[in-house]
C-alpha cells in the first residue's frame, strides 16, 4: 500500500494544523451586533487568514504548472479525444459512485449507475465511450462528502485544501474516505500497478483543471475579491449537489481552484 | 330554499375565485417564460452579434440590463445590511459602479458568443410575487449550463431579480464577495467603492488591450 498511505493523510493534517496556528484565525464580530455575527455564522470561515495563505499558494501552483498543463491539454487533445478521456473516468469512477447512491439510499440512481456501467464497459470498450448517456441514462456524480452530508454531518468551518482547493471537514473526510476505498485504485495497489494509480490522478486532474478553465478565468476577472466569490460558489454549488438538483446534475461541480481529484497528489 | 341556493351561490364562487387565482398564477407563469425567452432572444440578436464595436455592444447591453433587471433591489439585496449603513450618496454610486461591472462582464461574455441556445424547461411561482424560471443554456459539444432566473412582476411586465447558475446565485455571491471587502477596509462602504473603481478600470483596460 505504497501509493495511497493513512499515514501521510494524518502527516499532511499534522502540518496544515501546524501552518493554521502560524497564520491565525480570523476574529469574530462582537457578541452584539446580530447581524455580524449572523453573517460570521453563515460565511463559517475562521480559518480564513490561513485559507488565504493557502489559496494563494494554490494559485502559484496553478498558474506555475496546473494551469499550462491544462491549457495545453485542450490544446493538443481535440474535443473528441478529451470526450473519451472524460468518459473512461467517469467509467472509472462507478463503484465509487454506486456505492455513494446506495449508501444515500437512492435504489433508483443506484440501478442506473450499475446499468450505465456494465453497459458502458461492454459496449462502450472499457468505459471510452458513454452510450448509457446517449440511451438516456446520464452520469450523475456522487461523493462521500455528499453522503455523509446526506446523513446529516454538517460541513463544517470553511477549508482550503493545499493543491486541491475549496473544502470543508465533512468534504475532506469524503476525499480521504474514497482515496481509500476505491475499488479500482485497491486492485491496482495490489497487482502492484501503482503507475496506473498516479496516471489516473494526474489525467483525472488535468481532465478537471481543463473543465474549468474558462469559469474560473471568468470568475477571477469579474470578482473584487476572488478567495471570497470561490468560497461562496464552492458552499452554493456543494449545497445544489447535495440536493441532486435534477438540472444541476449533468455538470460536475464549479468548485475547485486547482486540479486534482483524490488526495493522492499531496502526498 | 333561499340559504341552500346561497350555498351553492357561495360555493360555485369560491370555486371560481380560486380556480380565477389558479389561472392567473399559470398566466403570471406563462408570461415570466415569455419575458425570459424574449430577453434570450433579444440579447441574441443585438448584443451577440459580431459586427459591432465594443463600446456599441457595451451600450446595447446596458439598455438591455437597465430594461429588464431590477438594479435597485439586486443593490439591496447584494449590499445587504452595510444599504442601510450606506449614505445616499454611497447608494447611488454603488448602483452606478455595479451597473457599470454588470456591462462590462456581460458584454465580454456575448462579444465571445458562439451559437448557446436558451430552452426554458419549467415555470414555478416563488413566493407571492417572484417566478422561478428554470432554462438551459445550450452549448455545442458541450454539457449545458442549467440558469434559473428568479423574476419579479413590475407593472405590466418583468424583472430579474437574480440569476442562478448551477445552482449558484450571483446575488448571493455578490453579496458574500462584497461583504468580505468591506470588512477588510474596515466595515467602509468607501472602502468597497474604491475597489469597484478599481475594478472597472482594470476590467476596461482589458476591453481595450483586446481589441
Known sequence: MTAFHPRSVARLAASMFALALVAGCATPPPADDKEAVAEWEQINDPLEPTNRAIFEFNQAVDKAILKPLAQGYRAAVPQFGRDRVRDFLNNLRSPIVFANDVLQGEPDRAVQTAMRFAFNTGFGIGGLFDLASEGGIPFH????????????????????????????PRDTAGL???????????????????????????????????????????????????????????????????????????????????????????N | MLSRRTLIVAVAAAAFAVLGGAAKADARQDAARAFIEKLADTAMTTVAVKDIDDAERNRRF???????????????????????????????EFLKLFEEIQVLTWAKRFKDYSGETLDVVAVHPDGELNVSVDSLIRRQKMDPIAVTWLVRKSGE???????????????????????????????????????????????????????
Open chain 2, 157 to 211: 411586465g418583468f424583472r430579474v431579480l437574480d440569476i442562478k447558475v448551477e445552482g449558484a446565485s450571483m446575488a448571493f455571491t455578490h453579496r458574500s464577495e462584497y461583504t468580505s471587502v468591506i470588512q477588510a477596509s474596515g466595515g467602509q462602504v468607501e472602502g468597497l467603492l474604491g475597489a469597484m473603481r478599481r475594478k472597472i478600470g482594470q476590467m476596461q483596460a482589458e476591453q481595450s488591450a483586446a481589441r
Open chain 1, 141 to 168: 456524480e456522487e461523493d462521500f462528502g455528499q453522503t455523509f452530508a446526506v446523513w446529516g454531518v454538517p460541513d463544517g468551518p470553511y477549508l482550503v485544501l493545499p493543491i486541491l482547493g475549496p473544502s470543508n
Open chain 1, 176 to 266: 480521504a474516505t474514497e482515496w481509500l476505498a476505491d475499488p479500482v485504485n485497491i486492485w491496482w495497489d495490489n497487482t502492484g500497478a501503482e503507475w496506473a494509480i498516479w496516471t489516473r490522478t494526474g489525467v483525472a486532474g488535468v481532465d478537471k483543471r481543463e473543465r474549468f478553465l474558462d469559469p474560473l478565468d471568468e470568475v477571477e476577472r469579474t470578482s473584487l475579491d476572488f478567495y471570497a466569490a470561490v468560497r461562496s460558489l464552492y458552499k452554493q454549488r456543494r449545497e445544489a449537489e447535495i440536493r441532486n438538483d435534477k438540472v444541476v446534475d449533468k455538470v460536475p461541480a464549479a468548485s475547485v481552484s486547482s486540479a486534482g481529484e483524490p488526495a493522492q497528489e499531496s
Open chain 2, 62 to 92: 446596458r439598455t438591455l440590463f437597465v430594461e429588464s433587471f431590477d438594479l435597485a433591489e439586486i443593490g439591496k439585496l447584494v449590499l445587504g445590511r452595510y444599504w442601510r449603513i450606506a449614505t445616499p450618496a454611497q447608494q447611488q
